[in-house]
Structure formats: C-alpha cells, structure tokens
C-alpha cells in the first residue's frame, strides 16, 4: 500500500525557502570575506615592501666594465643592507642581489629567481613564494646598468614572511564576522515573527470557516483575506455556489421523486387492500379479482418506471461514468432501441421506422454507449407516449458530410410542444398541461443529462408538414447534433 503523502506545513516551506539561501550564502560570505581581508591587508605591506627594495637597491653600487665584453662590478654595502633588515622584528626577512648574468653578489643564496620573464628596470614586482618551507611575499627590482646594452640588468630581491599580513588579515575577518554572529541570529528572528504576523490572517480565515455551522453556505467574506488568498476565497465560495446549487437541486428532486412514487405505491396498496375485503366478504368474482391484480400490476409497472428513470437520471449526472467513453455506432444504437420499443408501438398502433445511414464509420462517434442507449430509448418511449394510435415515429441519423456533427432526429406525429413550453419539457418531472399522458416527467430531463455530458445540443420543433390525419397534431422533432472531434474520426 501507497505510503501517505505527508502534509506540508506553508509557513516552515516558506521559512525554508528564506532561511536555506540565507544559510548557504553565509559559509560563502566568509570565504569571501578572508579573500577580500588577504587582498586588503597586502596592499599596505606590499607598498612598504617596494620601497624597502628600492632603499636597499640604493646600497647597490653598479660600475661598468671597461669593454663591452667585460662584466661590470657590482658591490653592496652589507653592513648597510643588515642594518636596513634588522629594522622589521616581527617577521624574517630575506635579500638578494644578482647580476646581469645571473651571477650571485650578495644576500641569501637560497632565495628563489623569478620564473619568467623579469619585469622592467625601475618597477617592482611582487609575488608569492617559499623560502626555507615557509611562505613569503617577495618584491623583485632589476637595477639597469649605465652605459651599456646589456638586456639585462643586475636582479635585487627582497622578501619577507607573511607575518604581519596574516594578523591583519585575522583582524580584518574577525572585524567583519563577528558582527555577523549577532546579526544572523536576530535576522532569523525577524523572519520568524514577519511570517507569523503575515501568515495570521489565513489563521483567522481558517477560524471563521471552522465556526461555520454545517449548512451555512453562504459565501465566505473575502474583503478581510490578503489579496494573495483572494482567488482561494473566491474558488470556495464559487464552490459552495455550486454545491448549495446542486443540494437544492437533490432535496427538490428527492421530494419530487416521493411524489411520483407515492402515487403508485399508494394506488398498489389500495387495490391489495381491496382484492383483500373482496376475499373476506366471500366474494370470489374472478373478473372483479383480476381487474384488481391488473391494476396492481399496472401501478408496480408505475412504480418500477418511476425507480428506474430515477437510476438513469443518476446515471447521466455520473460524471466519472461519463469519462469512460468508446467509439460508439449511433444507428446501431438507434435500431437496437427501436426493436426493443416495437412492440409497444405495435400496441398503440404507431407506425415506427428509421431512415437515414446505415451503421458503419460515418455514425461512430467517441461516447458512452449505455447513456446513449438511455438518449435514445428516452426520445423514442417519448414520441411514442405523445403519438396517437395511427400516428408515426421516425428516427434518423443524418452523418454530416464535411465531418464536423452527427445528427440524431427523433419526429412523431403527436400533438407537437408549444414554443413557450420548449424551454420547460427538459425540466425534472415537468409534463404538458392537457395532454392526458402519463408518465414520470424525467425522461427528457435524462436526455437533457446526457446531452451535456457529450457535449452535444438538442433542439425541440414542429415535425415536418404532412398530409393531415384525424386525431394528429403538428408533431414534434428533436434534433441532438454531436460534435465530431479528432477521436471520433480517428475511431471511424
């Protein structure tokens, strides 16, 4: 079995969705932050260490050899340079002087040359490197020598451990994240209390909807939710439009739906009732006791009629049923009916044909084939309650040739609908005044039903002019047309 989804709480998603940023962004800041400390805290020791190199580059003494080819002498005043590097006493500090071919003159040997090319006579360059396993920050000058083409030029190096950086670095980053520790803590708890105050007014929706009595459909008051809930408020009160709308609708039908099987039910009792006295008076008749077991029979025929529109009725209204569509042959489902209905109209004398297209792939269409059978059996009993004895009752099934409907007629000879009542005879248990039929009234109702749930439309007319017989009125003509989409085609 499926594990239970687990519910999701709004305000700790939205406090997530704050926080993890806020929380993934600050490990970043501080790495950011000792970057941007190390670039701080060089500037001002590199500043000092070039003009250290260029001091001690003036303890350099270069003289040019006497020939070109001769190397020029390079001298430095050590006990100067000593002086000069006794004067930082926090960190070590290194020099070294080459000359123009890359010859030791004085200084650490172990000092590391420059890879790549030097940079030019008179500037400073700066880099990183080790000096006996331990970092250093060196600063690089090459001293031209006078009068002479040499590329070049005698190699000054002067280094320094990192010492003094470092601390200033830990000084700056503790500067900028201490603060921090201070404020994350309280901008965490500002959130908190912004969402608490912003989610409050949902709470309080919540508590209205909650203290609502249990038939209390009226629409929920939107003006004091935030505008954000304001679709939700309007879709719940649309719901409960529709579903007070659909309980009126049940509560009418349940008390019309008494009615109708209370008449029969009762008219069953009473001739039970009297079949009944009949046998206790010693009256053994056999015509008086079958005319009361036919009336008997008749109302539970009433009464089952009645119990099965009332099923059809629920089944149109089905929408899930109505999901399960399959291509469907309209004619075939036509002619089925009108078999089943033959011998009622054999009874009453009716006339009862069909015309139109035989069943084939210009009659299929995508539907749900037990609603249609209750659309067709419903237009036919119709006609045929309607239709006087010598009276007809077509059906036609008219496929359209350029693929867009199908059409289903239903036409009879009978009394025909006045134009004002055409609205009102696909209402629940509505029956025309005057007419002497009886019946349940559902049955265009049902046919109403289903229509929808094809999708269809259905029109109510005059029958088509015919030579006029004794008895017969205008007739009517129902017209259902069916949408053709690309499911139907592709089931042709």
Known sequence: MASRKEQRSLFGEILDWMLAPLLLLWPMSLGLTGIVAQEIANRPYDRDLGESARLLARQVQIIPGRNANDLPMVSVQAARALDLLRLDDTDKVYFQVLGARGEFIAGDRDLPVPEGP??????????????????????ALVLPIPGTQEERGVLLQYAETLGKRSRLTTEIIKGVILPQFVILPLAVLLVWLALAKGIRPLNELQQRIRQRESGDLSPIDGREAPEEVAPLVASINDLLQRLDQSLSMQKHFLADAAHQLKTPLAGLRMQAELAGREIDAGQRDPQALKAALHQISLSSQR?????????????????????????VDVAEVVQEAMRDLFTKAQDKGIDIGYEGADPGPSTVLEGQPVLLGELVRNLLDNALQYTPAGGTVTAR?????????????????GPGIA?????????PFYRALG???????????????IVKGHEAEISVGAAHPRPALP??????????????????????
């Open 419 to 427: 134009e004002a009542e055409r609205d009102l005879i696909f209402q």
């Open 435 to 449: 007419t002497g039929v009886d019946g349940t009234g559902l049955g265009l109702a049902i046919v109403q039903e």
């Open 118 to 139: 030097l940079p030019e006579p008179g500037e400073v360059a700066y880099r990183d490197d080790q000096m006996q396993d331990e970092p250093v920050r060196v600063a």
């Open 397 to 413: 099934v008219l496929p359209d040739p350029f693929g867009q409907v199908l059409v289903l007629q239903v036409e009879d000879s």
């Open 303 to 327: 009464a089952a009629h009645s119990v099965n529109q009332l099923l059809a009725m629920a089944r149109a209204e089905d929408q899930q049923q109505a999901l399960r569509t399959q291509p």
């Open 471 to 492: 008895g017969q009125g205008q007739g009517a003509l129902f017209t259902v047309r069916f949408p053709l989409r690309r499911t139907d085609q592709d089931a042709a």
